[in-house]
């Protein structure tokens, strides 16, 4: 996230991130998240602290969220519904895609099996790193940074993370209010970009839009071609400037209503095709 925040920064904004635990420089057994409704609360008291100790706190508030960063994002929201400005989603994790759906009966083994070896590192799963980045010299850089994680799911971080996409798509995505901004790899094989699309239909959000950029792949802010990297911050810079300041604000969903026909005729030619 550290080039994230320096190109936020960059365009003017006063930028706060946290390692969740288990993750980054944050204490815990590394890639272990024990419960994600505790992360949730964490971050969320994380960032009310900043806010209240900023001189003014009538600024407005944006979160970003990166893949699993985007569940989190979404259940900040629900927790304070009226406390963020708008959010920025980038390849989120909201929903797990019907064809890698587990069966109840694998859930239940599951939950029986986090219950005995929560910490085991045993569920199968692809190389993240080399389906996430497209850039080798990213890819490296990942593989040589000791602060992230690099071993399997353990049972009980992969249990967390089952449990909150199907509370997300049972329970939140239809409650989605705030103003959001959906960016997403045409080609992303660890987050279903036709996940995004269902979160995208489902918000009740009278401002959002979901930017689905073909051929690119699940992490867009880094691991992409310094071109393609560039396009989509230029989108998210854009998508934030239009709605920071209490002009802009206040016309910001007028714009996008007024352009809707145009904005679902280019998404559904983008996008996918229902059958």
Request: aromatic share 8%.
């Amino acid at each position: 996230m550290a080039a994230t925040s320096t190109r936020l920064a960059q365009a003017g904004y006063a930028v706060y991130g946290v390692d969740y635990e288990g993750h980054g420089k944050s204490e815990g057994l590394q890639g272990y998240i024990p419960s994600f409704d505790l992360l949730v609360s964490d971050t969320d008291a994380f960032f009310t602290a900043v806010v209240a100790s900023t001189a003014n706190t009538d600024l407005p508030r944006f979160i970003l969220g990166e893949s699993m960063g985007g569940a989190v994002a979404l259940l900040l929201h629900r927790m304070r519904p009226a406390y963020w400005t708008g959010a920025v989603l980038v390849a989120p994790m909201c929903k797990i895609a019907d064809e890698m759906r587990p069966h109840p009966v694998v859930v239940s083994v599951l939950k029986l099996m986090t219950n005995i070896i929560p910490t085991w590192k045993i569920v199968p799963t692809t190389d993240v790193i080399d389906a996430a980045y497209r850039m080798q010299e990213k890819r490296d850089e990942i593989r040589n940074n000791p602060h992230c994680y690099q071993g399997k799911p353990r049972l009980k971080t992969a249990y967390e993370l089952l449990k909150v996409s199907l509370n997300l798509e049972n329970n939140i995505l239809s409650k989605v209010s705030l103003p959001f901004l959906i960016v997403h790899g045409g080609d992303d094989k660890v987050t279903d970009p036709s996940v995004s699309d269902l979160l995208y239909r489902s918000a009740v959000s009278q401002d959002k839009k979901l930017n689905l950029y073909p051929g690119m792949w699940h992490a867009l802010t880094s691991g992409e071609s310094p071109e393609n990297i560039h396009t989509v911050f230029q989108d998210i810079i854009a998508w934030l400037d239009q709605r920071s300041s209490p002009k802009s604000s206040s016309s910001a969903a007028a714009l996008d209503l007024s352009s809707e026909m145009e904005q679902k005729a280019k998404h559904d030619e983008q996008n996918f095709d229902k059958q």
